[in-house]
């Protein structure tokens, strides 16, 4: 009788209980709120002081109308439309808005930089680790040979180059 092959809802249990799926799932919802705080970073810090050194304007703000729309709305203005990115939206134009995509990449890099940093300094506390584990020196598992000057192993009686009796070798007191 041929053995019954598992069922695809058992598959997909085995799938997603494996361990690394389980810690992908929880990267992702840590990086989710991660970037939630570098939004925050960027778009409540670091920004103002950006739009402050660039006179006062509102970074995200910074676009070009590519097209005007064919008829304004009602109380909208043509000189609004050239200088307000919501009023633009608003009215309809196509906009290139070239402030926020120089947003999204300062969100990046910032987001990259901080990954970076914690990495290396994960990185950082298992090399200390290891070296801990690495300072004690391996007990030696080879000898010279007193008469041919071979390596041999440290257990051997007799050189296999030069069957010489090696001689016993004194206790550590």
């Given at each position: 009788?041929?053995?019954?092959?598992?069922?695809?809802?058992?598959?997909?249990?085995?799938?997603?209980?494996?361990?690394?799926?389980?810690?992908?799932?929880?990267g992702v919802i840590i990086g989710a709120a991660f970037q939630a705080?570098?939004?925050?970073?960027?778009?409540?810090?670091?920004?103002?002081?950006?739009?402050?050194?660039?006179?006062?304007?509102?970074?995200?703000?910074?676009?070009?109308?590519?097209?005007?729309?064919?008829?304004?709305?009602?109380?909208?203005?043509?000189?609004?439309?050239?200088?307000?990115?919501?009023?633009?939206?608003?009215a309809g134009a196509t906009v290139f808005a070239y402030g926020s995509?120089?947003?999204?990449?300062?969100?990046?890099?910032?987001?990259?930089?901080?990954?970076?940093?914690?990495?290396?300094?994960?990185?950082?506390?298992?090399?200390?680790?290891?070296?801990?584990?690495?300072?004690?020196?391996?007990?030696?598992?080879?000898?010279?040979?007193?008469?041919?000057?071979?390596?041999?192993?440290?257990?051997?009686?007799?050189?296999?180059?030069?069957?010489?009796?090696?001689?016993?070798?004194?206790?550590?007191?």
């Amino acid at each position: 009788m041929a053995k019954k092959k598992p069922g695809i809802i058992q598959e997909f249990k085995t799938f997603i209980l494996r361990g690394n799926v389980m810690d992908l799932a929880v990267g992702v919802i840590i990086g989710a709120a991660f970037q939630a705080i570098v939004n925050s970073l960027v778009n409540d810090v670091i920004m103002p002081c950006v739009g402050a050194i660039f006179g006062g304007a509102d970074f995200s703000d910074w676009f070009v109308v590519l097209k005007m729309p064919a008829a304004l709305p009602e109380g909208v203005t043509a000189a609004q439309v050239q200088t307000s990115l919501a009023a633009a939206k608003e009215a309809g134009a196509t906009v290139f808005a070239y402030g926020s995509f120089i947003t999204a990449i300062l969100n990046f890099l910032i987001l990259a930089i901080i990954i970076f940093l914690m990495v290396k300094g994960i990185n950082r506390l298992t090399t200390v680790g290891k070296k801990k584990e690495e300072e004690a020196p391996a007990a030696p598992t080879t000898k010279i040979c007193p008469f041919c000057k071979s390596e041999i192993a440290i257990e051997a009686t007799r050189c296999p180059h030069c069957t010489s009796a090696q001689p016993e070798e004194e206790a550590a007191e």
